[in-house]
């Protein structure tokens, strides 16, 4: 019974939930800009090469990603999106 209850209190719509990831691969991508920018400046030029010649980069930057866009992270924005809107509703209902 506990996880049913659990699972509704993080049920958001669809929308919502596209809207929360979005957001979260917004920040993710503020936090890591410095890792996005050298392993661009990596990139510049190349082709093929590029998975190779850059591959410390790209494995820096997704480590930083990951840290900000995993499914905790979502879990924790669904929670407090619930809470906000647990905070809207009005009295009477």
Do not use: I
Not at 60 to 71: A, G, I, K
Request: a positive charge.
């Amino acid at each position: 019974m506990g996880y049913v209850q659990e699972a509704r209190e993080n049920h958001v719509k669809k929308k919502v939930e596209e809207a929360l990831r979005s957001k979260m691969k917004q920040k993710a991508l503020k936090e890591c800009d410095q890792y996005t920018s050298k392993y661009a400046q990596c990139a510049l030029g190349r082709t093929l090469s590029v998975v190779w010649a850059c591959r410390k980069h790209a494995k820096e930057l997704n480590v930083c990603l990951h840290q900000y866009t995993n499914d905790t992270v979502l879990e924790e924005m669904k929670r407090e999106y619930m809470l906000q809107q647990d905070g809207k509703a009005p009295a009477g209902v």
